[in-house]
Protein backbone atom coordinates (compact mmCIF):
# COMPACT_ATOMS: atom_id res chain seq x y z
CA UNK A 1 0.00 0.00 0.00
CA UNK A 2 2.42 2.44 0.93
CA UNK A 3 4.29 1.64 -2.17
CA UNK A 4 1.48 2.63 -4.25
CA UNK A 5 0.65 5.96 -2.30
CA UNK A 6 3.89 6.86 -2.76
CA UNK A 7 4.19 6.32 -6.07
CA UNK A 8 0.68 8.23 -6.64
CA UNK A 9 1.85 11.13 -4.87
CA UNK A 10 5.29 11.72 -6.41
CA UNK A 11 3.27 11.27 -10.07
CA UNK A 12 0.76 13.64 -8.90
CA UNK A 13 3.71 16.64 -7.32
CA UNK A 14 5.79 16.20 -10.44
CA UNK A 15 2.90 16.33 -12.77
CA UNK A 16 2.03 19.97 -11.32
CA UNK A 17 5.19 21.20 -11.53
CA UNK A 18 6.10 20.39 -14.62
CA UNK A 19 2.26 22.24 -15.66
CA UNK A 20 3.29 25.37 -14.00
CA UNK A 21 6.57 25.11 -14.95
CA UNK A 22 5.63 24.42 -18.73
CA UNK A 23 3.11 27.41 -18.53
CA UNK A 24 5.85 29.43 -17.37
CA UNK A 25 8.10 28.29 -20.01
CA UNK A 26 5.49 29.30 -23.17
CA UNK A 27 4.77 32.81 -21.32
CA UNK A 28 8.51 33.42 -21.10
CA UNK A 29 8.90 32.36 -25.26
CA UNK A 30 6.26 35.25 -25.89
CA UNK A 31 8.35 37.78 -24.08
CA UNK A 32 11.53 36.83 -25.30
CA UNK A 33 10.73 37.25 -28.89
CA UNK A 34 8.71 40.27 -28.00
CA UNK A 35 11.94 41.78 -26.22
CA UNK A 36 14.14 41.01 -29.51
CA UNK A 37 11.69 42.37 -31.83
CA UNK A 38 11.75 45.62 -29.88
CA UNK A 39 14.79 46.27 -29.69
CA UNK A 40 14.83 45.67 -33.46
CA UNK A 41 11.90 48.29 -33.28
CA UNK A 42 14.46 50.80 -31.50
CA UNK A 43 16.85 50.49 -33.79
CA UNK A 44 15.14 52.05 -36.18
CA UNK A 45 14.90 55.49 -34.41
CA UNK A 46 18.86 55.60 -32.58
CA UNK A 47 20.63 53.10 -35.39
CA UNK A 48 21.59 50.86 -32.80
CA UNK A 49 21.41 47.41 -35.15
CA UNK A 50 24.45 45.59 -33.57
CA UNK A 51 23.27 46.17 -30.19
CA UNK A 52 19.90 45.62 -31.21
CA UNK A 53 21.01 42.11 -33.27
CA UNK A 54 23.77 41.04 -31.60
CA UNK A 55 22.61 41.37 -27.74
CA UNK A 56 19.70 40.39 -28.57
CA UNK A 57 20.73 37.55 -29.91
CA UNK A 58 23.62 36.32 -27.79
CA UNK A 59 20.74 36.54 -25.15
CA UNK A 60 18.50 34.05 -26.58
CA UNK A 61 21.25 31.72 -27.40
CA UNK A 62 22.72 31.77 -23.98
CA UNK A 63 18.93 31.23 -22.80
CA UNK A 64 17.79 28.31 -25.15
CA UNK A 65 20.95 27.07 -25.93
CA UNK A 66 20.85 26.16 -21.74
CA UNK A 67 17.47 24.76 -21.89
CA UNK A 68 18.88 22.17 -25.42
CA UNK A 69 21.67 21.02 -23.21
CA UNK A 70 20.39 20.64 -19.69
CA UNK A 71 16.70 20.11 -20.18
CA UNK A 72 16.44 18.27 -17.20
CA UNK A 73 18.12 21.00 -14.73
CA UNK A 74 16.06 24.77 -13.65
CA UNK A 75 19.92 26.37 -14.41
CA UNK A 76 17.93 27.65 -17.49
CA UNK A 77 15.90 29.83 -15.56
CA UNK A 78 18.41 31.59 -13.71
CA UNK A 79 19.69 31.85 -16.85
CA UNK A 80 16.70 33.71 -18.14
CA UNK A 81 16.65 35.88 -14.91
CA UNK A 82 19.88 37.14 -15.83
CA UNK A 83 18.70 37.65 -19.80
CA UNK A 84 15.75 39.88 -18.29
CA UNK A 85 18.57 42.26 -16.61
CA UNK A 86 20.50 42.20 -20.08
CA UNK A 87 17.59 43.61 -22.58
CA UNK A 88 16.80 46.03 -19.71
CA UNK A 89 20.27 47.30 -20.14
CA UNK A 90 20.13 46.74 -24.17
CA UNK A 91 16.86 49.03 -24.56
CA UNK A 92 18.23 51.99 -22.41
CA UNK A 93 21.52 52.01 -24.25
CA UNK A 94 19.67 52.08 -27.62
CA UNK A 95 17.22 54.60 -25.80
CA UNK A 96 20.93 56.86 -24.94
CA UNK A 97 19.82 55.88 -21.16
CA UNK A 98 15.75 56.72 -21.11
CA UNK A 99 15.10 56.71 -17.80
CA UNK A 100 11.60 54.68 -18.69
CA UNK A 101 13.49 51.73 -20.05
CA UNK A 102 14.42 50.85 -16.67
CA UNK A 103 10.91 49.55 -16.17
CA UNK A 104 11.82 46.76 -18.00
CA UNK A 105 13.46 45.64 -14.61
CA UNK A 106 10.62 45.33 -13.52
CA UNK A 107 8.63 43.67 -16.05
CA UNK A 108 11.34 41.38 -16.05
CA UNK A 109 10.89 40.39 -11.62
CA UNK A 110 7.08 40.78 -11.83
CA UNK A 111 7.53 37.96 -15.02
CA UNK A 112 9.66 35.66 -12.63
CA UNK A 113 7.31 35.15 -10.09
CA UNK A 114 5.16 32.55 -12.46
CA UNK A 115 7.93 29.72 -11.68
CA UNK A 116 7.66 30.20 -7.78
CA UNK A 117 11.04 30.46 -6.96
CA UNK A 118 12.31 33.59 -5.11
CA UNK A 119 16.10 32.79 -6.01
CA UNK A 120 15.32 33.91 -9.75
CA UNK A 121 15.41 37.26 -8.56
CA UNK A 122 19.22 36.84 -7.30
CA UNK A 123 20.93 36.54 -11.28
CA UNK A 124 18.40 39.74 -12.56
CA UNK A 125 18.98 41.97 -9.31
CA UNK A 126 22.70 41.14 -9.73
CA UNK A 127 22.94 42.24 -13.21
CA UNK A 128 20.97 45.08 -12.30
CA UNK A 129 23.35 46.14 -9.48
CA UNK A 130 26.17 46.04 -11.65
CA UNK A 131 24.81 47.46 -15.02
CA UNK A 132 23.63 50.55 -12.79
CA UNK A 133 26.75 51.11 -10.81
CA UNK A 134 28.80 50.87 -13.53
CA UNK A 135 27.33 52.20 -16.67
CA UNK A 136 26.31 55.00 -14.02
CA UNK A 137 29.34 55.62 -12.50
CA UNK A 138 31.07 55.91 -16.26
CA UNK A 139 28.52 58.35 -17.21
CA UNK A 140 28.96 60.58 -14.09
CA UNK A 141 33.11 60.52 -15.09
CA UNK A 142 32.40 61.77 -18.39
CA UNK A 143 32.83 58.70 -20.70
CA UNK A 144 31.31 59.06 -24.73
CA UNK A 145 28.72 56.53 -25.45
CA UNK A 146 27.71 55.02 -21.99
CA UNK A 147 24.21 55.87 -21.01
CA UNK A 148 22.68 55.41 -18.12
CA UNK A 149 19.98 58.15 -17.83
CA UNK A 150 18.93 61.12 -19.47
CA UNK A 151 18.02 63.29 -16.25
CA UNK A 152 19.90 66.36 -15.11
CA UNK A 153 18.88 65.49 -11.65
CA UNK A 154 20.46 61.88 -11.17
CA UNK A 155 22.80 62.55 -8.03
CA UNK A 156 24.28 59.98 -6.10
CA UNK A 157 21.53 61.03 -3.39
CA UNK A 158 18.74 59.86 -6.15
CA UNK A 159 20.68 57.43 -7.59
CA UNK A 160 20.32 55.21 -3.58
CA UNK A 161 16.60 55.88 -4.05
CA UNK A 162 16.38 54.62 -7.21
CA UNK A 163 18.13 51.44 -6.08
CA UNK A 164 16.69 51.12 -2.65
CA UNK A 165 12.42 51.47 -4.51
CA UNK A 166 14.09 48.41 -7.00
CA UNK A 167 15.35 46.50 -4.19
CA UNK A 168 11.81 46.77 -2.49
CA UNK A 169 10.30 45.68 -5.77
CA UNK A 170 12.77 42.67 -6.39
CA UNK A 171 12.11 41.63 -2.67
CA UNK A 172 8.43 41.92 -2.81
CA UNK A 173 8.32 39.84 -5.89
CA UNK A 174 10.43 37.52 -4.51
CA UNK A 175 8.35 37.37 -1.22
CA UNK A 176 5.30 36.52 -3.65
CA UNK A 177 7.30 34.11 -5.71
CA UNK A 178 7.79 32.26 -1.81
CA UNK A 179 4.00 32.77 -1.10
CA UNK A 180 2.98 30.67 -4.31
CA UNK A 181 5.54 28.48 -3.57
CA UNK A 182 4.33 27.32 -0.37
CA UNK A 183 0.76 27.58 -1.33
CA UNK A 184 1.73 25.23 -3.96
CA UNK A 185 4.06 23.07 -1.66
CA UNK A 186 1.02 23.00 0.72
CA UNK A 187 -1.69 21.89 -2.01
CA UNK A 188 0.85 18.64 -2.88
CA UNK A 189 0.56 18.09 0.65
CA UNK A 190 -2.91 18.30 1.09
CA UNK A 191 -3.43 16.46 -2.50
CA UNK A 192 -0.42 13.86 -0.63
CA UNK A 193 -2.31 13.08 2.43
CA UNK A 194 -6.03 12.80 0.50
CA UNK A 195 -4.46 10.94 -1.65
CA UNK A 196 -3.03 8.75 1.48
CA UNK A 197 -5.70 8.32 2.69
CA UNK A 198 -8.01 6.97 0.01
CA UNK A 199 -5.49 4.26 -0.79
CA UNK A 200 -5.89 3.45 2.60
CA UNK A 201 -9.62 3.57 2.07
CA UNK A 202 -9.17 1.48 -0.92
CA UNK A 203 -7.25 -1.15 0.39
CA UNK A 204 -9.57 -1.43 3.73
CA UNK A 205 -12.53 -1.92 1.45
CA UNK A 206 -10.80 -4.17 -0.92
CA UNK A 207 -10.26 -6.21 2.18
CA UNK A 208 -13.62 -5.90 3.40
CA UNK A 209 -14.98 -6.84 -0.17
CA UNK A 210 -12.77 -10.01 -0.37
CA UNK A 211 -14.07 -10.79 2.88
CA UNK A 212 -17.56 -10.54 1.65
CA UNK A 213 -16.89 -12.43 -1.57
CA UNK A 214 -15.35 -15.59 0.49
CA UNK A 215 -18.88 -15.19 2.99
CA UNK A 216 -20.54 -15.09 -0.23
CA UNK A 217 -18.73 -18.92 -1.17
CA UNK A 218 -19.67 -19.56 2.12
CA UNK A 219 -23.71 -18.77 2.01
CA UNK A 220 -23.72 -20.47 -0.89
CA UNK A 221 -22.28 -23.35 0.16
CA UNK A 222 -25.37 -23.77 2.43
CA UNK A 223 -27.54 -23.91 -0.24
CA UNK A 224 -28.81 -27.04 -1.95
CA UNK A 225 -27.04 -27.76 -5.11
CA UNK A 226 -29.45 -27.13 -7.99
CA UNK A 227 -28.11 -30.39 -9.49
CA UNK A 228 -28.98 -32.80 -6.47
CA UNK A 229 -32.70 -31.02 -6.74
CA UNK A 230 -33.09 -32.03 -10.46
CA UNK A 231 -33.02 -35.25 -9.36
CA UNK A 232 -36.49 -35.28 -7.64
CA UNK A 233 -37.52 -32.60 -10.07
CA UNK A 234 -36.45 -32.38 -13.76
CA UNK A 235 -37.25 -29.12 -14.77
CA UNK A 236 -36.16 -26.94 -11.91
CA UNK A 237 -34.31 -23.62 -11.64
CA UNK A 238 -32.93 -21.12 -9.24
CA UNK A 239 -33.10 -17.24 -10.25
CA UNK A 240 -30.90 -15.84 -7.61
CA UNK A 241 -29.73 -11.96 -7.49
CA UNK A 242 -28.89 -10.44 -4.05
CA UNK A 243 -28.59 -7.10 -4.26
CA UNK A 244 -25.59 -6.82 -2.88
CA UNK A 245 -23.29 -9.35 -3.01
CA UNK A 246 -24.36 -11.14 0.20
CA UNK A 247 -28.08 -11.09 1.26
CA UNK A 248 -31.04 -12.17 2.76
CA UNK A 249 -32.84 -14.52 0.23
CA UNK A 250 -32.45 -18.59 0.60
CA UNK A 251 -33.76 -21.70 -0.11
CA UNK A 252 -33.58 -25.22 1.58
CA UNK A 253 -34.14 -28.28 0.82
CA UNK A 254 -34.86 -32.11 2.39
CA UNK A 255 -35.69 -35.46 0.68
CA UNK A 256 -36.78 -38.38 2.45
CA UNK A 257 -37.88 -41.10 -0.15
CA UNK A 258 -41.12 -39.80 -1.82
CA UNK A 259 -41.27 -36.36 -0.34
CA UNK A 260 -39.32 -33.49 -0.93
CA UNK A 261 -39.92 -30.29 1.53
CA UNK A 262 -38.75 -26.88 0.03
CA UNK A 263 -38.74 -23.70 1.63
CA UNK A 264 -37.73 -20.15 -0.01
CA UNK A 265 -37.47 -17.09 2.42
CA UNK A 266 -36.82 -13.60 2.68
CA UNK A 267 -35.28 -12.49 5.98
CA UNK A 268 -34.63 -9.22 7.20
CA UNK A 269 -32.23 -6.22 5.79
CA UNK A 270 -29.70 -7.05 3.03
CA UNK A 271 -25.94 -7.67 2.79
CA UNK A 272 -23.93 -8.99 5.85
CA UNK A 273 -26.61 -8.46 8.42
CA UNK A 274 -29.26 -10.71 5.81
CA UNK A 275 -26.92 -13.43 5.10
CA UNK A 276 -26.61 -13.87 9.01
CA UNK A 277 -30.28 -14.60 9.04
CA UNK A 278 -30.07 -16.59 6.27
CA UNK A 279 -27.05 -18.83 8.64
CA UNK A 280 -29.57 -18.53 11.09
CA UNK A 281 -32.70 -19.74 9.09
CA UNK A 282 -31.18 -22.33 7.88
CA UNK A 283 -29.51 -24.21 10.99
CA UNK A 284 -32.83 -24.12 12.51
CA UNK A 285 -34.02 -25.73 9.70
CA UNK A 286 -31.23 -28.12 9.55
CA UNK A 287 -32.23 -29.20 13.15
CA UNK A 288 -35.75 -29.19 12.94
CA UNK A 289 -35.33 -31.88 10.89
CA UNK A 290 -32.81 -34.28 13.20
CA UNK A 291 -35.67 -33.85 15.30
CA UNK A 292 -38.75 -34.14 13.23
CA UNK A 293 -41.63 -34.05 15.92
CA UNK A 294 -44.11 -32.21 12.95
CA UNK A 295 -45.62 -33.38 9.42
CA UNK A 296 -47.77 -29.88 8.40
CA UNK A 297 -45.57 -27.10 7.01
CA UNK A 298 -48.44 -24.68 9.46
CA UNK A 299 -46.85 -26.69 12.55
CA UNK A 300 -43.25 -26.59 10.82
CA UNK A 301 -43.34 -22.48 10.40
CA UNK A 302 -45.22 -22.88 14.03
CA UNK A 303 -41.64 -24.59 15.54
CA UNK A 304 -39.87 -22.68 12.75
CA UNK A 305 -41.32 -18.97 14.64
CA UNK A 306 -40.38 -20.04 18.08
CA UNK A 307 -36.69 -21.43 17.00
CA UNK A 308 -36.22 -18.13 15.41
CA UNK A 309 -37.53 -15.89 18.16
CA UNK A 310 -35.13 -17.92 20.69
CA UNK A 311 -32.35 -17.90 18.13
CA UNK A 312 -32.26 -13.66 18.49
CA UNK A 313 -33.66 -13.31 21.70
CA UNK A 314 -36.56 -12.13 21.01
CA UNK A 315 -37.57 -11.80 24.63
CA UNK A 316 -34.76 -9.46 25.69
CA UNK A 317 -33.51 -7.89 23.50
CA UNK A 318 -36.88 -6.77 21.35
CA UNK A 319 -35.40 -7.15 17.92
CA UNK A 320 -37.17 -6.66 15.00
CA UNK A 321 -35.86 -9.37 12.48
CA UNK A 322 -37.08 -11.74 11.20
CA UNK A 323 -38.29 -13.71 7.61
CA UNK A 324 -40.99 -14.02 5.44
CA UNK A 325 -41.10 -17.74 3.99
CA UNK A 326 -42.80 -20.37 1.91
CA UNK A 327 -42.75 -23.74 2.74
CA UNK A 328 -43.83 -27.21 0.58
CA UNK A 329 -44.20 -30.53 1.48
CA UNK A 330 -44.29 -32.33 -2.22
CA UNK A 331 -45.42 -36.18 -2.09
CA UNK A 332 -43.93 -36.90 -5.79
CA UNK A 333 -46.00 -40.97 -4.97
CA UNK A 334 -49.45 -38.82 -4.53
CA UNK A 335 -49.05 -35.78 -6.77
CA UNK A 336 -49.81 -33.35 -3.66
CA UNK A 337 -48.43 -30.16 -2.10
CA UNK A 338 -48.79 -29.11 1.30
CA UNK A 339 -48.03 -25.93 1.75
CA UNK A 340 -47.86 -23.05 4.18
CA UNK A 341 -46.67 -19.68 4.37
CA UNK A 342 -45.71 -17.13 6.53
CA UNK A 343 -46.52 -13.87 4.29
CA UNK A 344 -45.01 -15.63 1.41
CA UNK A 345 -47.43 -17.35 -1.10
CA UNK A 346 -46.76 -20.16 -3.68
CA UNK A 347 -48.45 -19.97 -7.61
CA UNK A 348 -49.25 -23.34 -9.51
CA UNK A 349 -49.04 -23.07 -13.34
CA UNK A 350 -51.42 -25.83 -14.86
CA UNK A 351 -52.09 -25.81 -18.37
CA UNK A 352 -51.24 -21.88 -18.82
CA UNK A 353 -53.93 -21.40 -15.79
CA UNK A 354 -52.41 -19.63 -12.48
CA UNK A 355 -53.77 -20.60 -9.25
CA UNK A 356 -51.89 -18.36 -6.18
CA UNK A 357 -52.24 -20.29 -2.58
CA UNK A 358 -51.65 -17.15 -0.12
CA UNK A 359 -49.64 -17.46 3.30
CA UNK A 360 -50.39 -16.31 6.55
CA UNK A 361 -50.31 -12.77 7.08
CA UNK A 362 -47.72 -13.27 9.69
CA UNK A 363 -44.35 -12.95 9.30
CA UNK A 364 -41.53 -15.14 11.21
CA UNK A 365 -40.18 -13.45 14.26
CA UNK A 366 -42.27 -10.65 14.29
CA UNK A 367 -42.67 -8.23 17.16
CA UNK A 368 -46.35 -10.19 17.95
CA UNK A 369 -46.03 -12.96 20.53
CA UNK A 370 -45.79 -16.64 18.61
CA UNK A 371 -48.35 -17.94 20.41
CA UNK A 372 -50.91 -15.27 18.93
CA UNK A 373 -49.90 -16.31 14.90
CA UNK A 374 -51.95 -18.16 12.98
CA UNK A 375 -50.07 -20.17 10.27
CA UNK A 376 -53.32 -22.32 8.08
CA UNK A 377 -52.15 -25.06 5.37
CA UNK A 378 -53.66 -25.77 2.54
CA UNK A 379 -53.32 -28.79 0.44
CA UNK A 380 -53.58 -29.25 -3.21
CA UNK A 381 -52.96 -31.66 -6.13
CA UNK A 382 -50.80 -31.53 -9.34
CA UNK A 383 -50.74 -33.12 -12.61
CA UNK A 384 -47.42 -34.43 -14.54
CA UNK A 385 -46.26 -30.80 -16.22
CA UNK A 386 -47.08 -28.49 -13.95
CA UNK A 387 -45.18 -25.99 -12.70
CA UNK A 388 -44.86 -24.74 -9.20
CA UNK A 389 -42.85 -21.06 -8.41
CA UNK A 390 -41.83 -20.69 -5.22
CA UNK A 391 -40.04 -16.56 -4.63
CA UNK A 392 -39.66 -13.89 -2.27
CA UNK A 393 -40.84 -9.93 -3.06
CA UNK A 394 -38.15 -8.51 -4.09
CA UNK A 395 -39.08 -9.30 -8.02
CA UNK A 396 -42.48 -8.01 -7.77
CA UNK A 397 -41.07 -4.74 -5.70
CA UNK A 398 -38.64 -3.71 -8.19
CA UNK A 399 -38.68 -0.46 -9.91
CA UNK A 400 -39.19 0.16 -13.30
CA UNK A 401 -41.12 0.96 -16.55
CA UNK A 402 -42.16 3.83 -18.18
CA UNK A 403 -43.54 5.35 -15.27
CA UNK A 404 -40.52 3.85 -12.68
CA UNK A 405 -43.09 1.81 -10.64
CA UNK A 406 -43.27 -1.59 -8.70
CA UNK A 407 -43.30 -4.89 -10.93
CA UNK A 408 -46.22 -6.11 -9.31
CA UNK A 409 -47.86 -9.42 -8.57
CA UNK A 410 -50.56 -9.01 -11.85
CA UNK A 411 -46.88 -8.41 -13.97
CA UNK A 412 -45.44 -11.42 -12.49
CA UNK A 413 -47.89 -13.86 -12.49
CA UNK A 414 -48.48 -13.43 -16.30
CA UNK A 415 -45.03 -13.76 -17.07
CA UNK A 416 -45.21 -17.29 -15.33
CA UNK A 417 -48.07 -18.07 -17.24
CA UNK A 418 -46.56 -17.61 -20.60
CA UNK A 419 -43.15 -19.63 -19.89
CA UNK A 420 -44.54 -22.18 -17.68
CA UNK A 421 -43.91 -24.77 -20.64
CA UNK A 422 -40.39 -23.51 -21.38
CA UNK A 423 -37.05 -25.74 -20.31
CA UNK A 424 -35.70 -24.91 -16.51
CA UNK A 425 -32.75 -22.64 -18.06
CA UNK A 426 -34.87 -20.90 -20.65
CA UNK A 427 -37.26 -19.65 -17.69
CA UNK A 428 -34.36 -18.19 -15.63
CA UNK A 429 -33.14 -16.95 -18.75
CA UNK A 430 -36.81 -14.79 -19.52
CA UNK A 431 -36.89 -14.25 -15.77
CA UNK A 432 -33.18 -12.35 -16.15
CA UNK A 433 -34.09 -10.52 -19.29
CA UNK A 434 -37.69 -9.32 -18.68
CA UNK A 435 -35.82 -7.64 -14.91
CA UNK A 436 -33.32 -6.31 -16.63
CA UNK A 437 -35.70 -4.38 -19.43
CA UNK A 438 -38.29 -3.30 -17.03
CA UNK A 439 -35.78 -1.95 -14.07
CA UNK A 440 -33.61 -0.16 -17.38
CA UNK A 441 -31.20 1.92 -15.49
CA UNK A 442 -32.48 2.21 -12.00
CA UNK A 443 -30.55 0.38 -8.87
CA UNK A 444 -32.08 -3.44 -7.32
CA UNK A 445 -34.33 -2.64 -4.94
CA UNK A 446 -34.11 -5.66 -3.05
CA UNK A 447 -32.92 -9.29 -2.82
CA UNK A 448 -34.70 -11.57 -5.35
CA UNK A 449 -35.18 -15.03 -5.42
CA UNK A 450 -37.43 -17.14 -7.83
CA UNK A 451 -37.71 -21.40 -7.91
CA UNK A 452 -38.91 -22.97 -10.37
CA UNK A 453 -40.17 -26.60 -9.76
CA UNK A 454 -41.34 -28.82 -12.66
CA UNK A 455 -43.74 -31.06 -10.88
Known sequence: MASSSIGYMNTYT??????????????????????????????????????GIGVGSLALIAYYSTRWVMPDSDLYQYVLSAVGGVFMAQFIYQMHGMFEMHFFAFIGSALLITYQNWKLQIPLTLVVVVHHGTFGYLQYIGFDQVFFTQLDYMTLEVFIYHVSLAAVIFSLCGLWA?????????????????????????????????????AEKLQKATFPEEAGVRESFERFFVYSSQKNIVGGDFYWMHKDGDTTII????????????????????????????????????TALKILDQELNNAIGRK??????????????????????????????????????????RGSRYGLGAYIHTDEKVFDAVEFEYKKGDMLYMFTDGYLDQFGGPNTKK??????????????????????????DTLDSWRGSLPQTDDIMVLGIGL
Open 14 to 51: LGLSLRSKESSDRLMNYFLGTYFLFGLFLATYYDTWLI
Open 178 to 214: YKFQKIREDLVHEVDERAALGQQLEDKNKDITDSILY
Open 263 to 298: ACADCTGHGVPGAFMTIIGINILNRMMLNRTWQSPD
Open 316 to 357: TSKMDDGMDISLCIINTAKRQVKFAGAMNPVILVSNGNAHTF
Open 407 to 432: YTRRRFTKLLMEMSNQSADEQRRMLD
